[in-house]
């Protein structure tokens, strides 16, 4: 039984403010590398023509917001554990919108790149310190229910956002996207401003000096309970990477899907997130996060090897989408339990695990997208599936051999 109540946990800056109010706006402060990467994605083909580039030219655009997100994450978490989390997340957030609006008047894809990369930075500010404040707040169970209860917010994000953009483009160009990402920005700036206070006090700041940066990363590499559960977070989260970069072919191209199909798919397969997020959050009070982590990445892993049977032997549509679902609403309840576990011992460097967290999940998550391209269009539902089973093996892996001992 997991120990410890909501109640017990909570600490005092959210006692007697509104849940709903914390949910919504660090959930979307999360939600911001997935919405600002996937919403564009529909826009590449027609990014290319306007600017007269290279479809190799433009795919940098994707490579330089992931390396803002890397670089923004490892920078701007000890600084917020440093300096507090009000400050870094404004100047992110100003940063995310001035980035924005560059990237809807480029004139050039060397300044689309250079303005995605701005606007990465801004992005890396509201994932990072949206984890680090929820420590802040919590500990405990009360902490895995909140991870639990954001899922309602950013759940959805990286499953949706694709169609979001597809529909964009049908009203707008490309410029329009980033229009829309800007003033998104903006209302989360001026929400931030208004209504987030600090949640972390002066007297509980570190320094952050380069050297002790350094030495608090090296722990936490050092950690190995800390690792098991980060890599197991990081991988799952490239097999839904995967599924996310691959679907779309897969299931138009190779099953036939016509669009409006396929936007269903997408959506259930999002609402499963959440409803998994939500048991989640109810099963909590009956077992450990240990336990839950452990079922759900039993789930990721089975779900991956499903979706491999179901493309190798040729088993059809429904054999297929069944264990899809089953590794994408996985993520439901592998995202709060291994970040929760994963923060639990690292309270006073809780900026720093939590850019830790999101380096890893956008490493793994760059590095199966491409691979699911591999064998081309012939192949296409057998290289995603391999690229899903392997990463949800993995993941399952991972945690069993780094986090074995901490039963």
Not at 87 to 105: M, N
Request: aromatic share 8%.
């Amino acid at each position: 039984m997991s120990t410890g109540t909501a109640s017990e946990d909570v600490r005092a800056p959210l006692i007697g403010r509104s849940v709903a109010r914390y949910t919504l706006i660090l959930g979307s402060l999360s939600a911001f590398a997935p919405l600002s990467i996937d919403m564009y994605l529909p826009s590449l083909p027609s990014m290319t023509s306007d600017l007269h580039s290279t479809d190799s030219t433009i795919q940098l655009t994707l490579s330089a917001f992931i390396i803002g997100l890397a670089i923004g994450q490892i920078v701007i978490g000890p600084l917020s554990d440093s300096l507090g989390r009000r400050k870094p997340l404004l100047v992110g957030l100003v940063l995310y919108a001035v980035g924005s609006v560059l990237c809807a008047v480029s004139p050039s894809s060397e300044l689309l790149i250079t303005a995605r990369f701005v606007q990465a930075i801004g992005a890396a500010a509201g994932i990072v310190i949206a984890r680090a404040a929820v420590r802040d707040l919590f500990s405990g169970t009360a902490m895995t229910k909140f991870f639990s209860l954001l899922m309602l917010v950013n759940g959805v994000a990286p499953v949706l956002a694709p169609v979001i953009g597809a529909q964009l483009l049908r009203l707008t160009s490309w410029r329009g996207v980033f229009v829309v990402l800007t003033v998104v920005g903006v209302l989360l700036l001026a929400t931030v401003a208004l209504a987030l206070p600090e949640s972390l006090p002066a007297e509980q700041r570190t320094r952050s000096r380069i050297p002790d940066t350094l030495r608090t990363y090296a722990g936490l590499f050092a950690d190995r309970m800390f690792l098991g559960y980060a890599l197991a977070a990081g991988l799952s989260f490239a097999a839904m990477f995967a599924y996310i970069s691959g679907s779309s072919f897969v299931l138009q191209g190779v099953y036939g899907l016509n669009p409006q199909w396929f936007s269903v798919v997408f959506g259930i397969n999002g609402l499963g997130i959440v409803a998994v997020g939500q048991l989640n959050s109810k099963l909590i009070d009956h077992f450990t996060e240990r336990t839950l982590l452990t079922v759900g990445l039993v789930a990721t892993a089975a779900g991956g090897v499903g979706v491999l049977l179901a493309a190798t032997l040729d088993l059809g549509l429904i054999a297929l989408l069944v264990p899809l679902f089953v590794l994408v609403g996985s993520i439901g309840m592998v995202s709060p339990n291994s970040t929760s576990l994963a923060m639990a011992e690292h309270a006073k460097s809780a900026g720093s695990a939590s850019a830790l967290l999101g380096v890893l999940q956008f490493a793994f998550g760059a590095i199966a997208s491409p691979l699911v391209g591999v064998g081309g269009a012939s192949g296409a539902a057998i290289p995603m599936a391999v690229v899903m089973a392997g990463f949800g093996v993995a993941s399952l892996g991972a945690y069993l051999t780094l986090a074995r001992k901490a039963a």
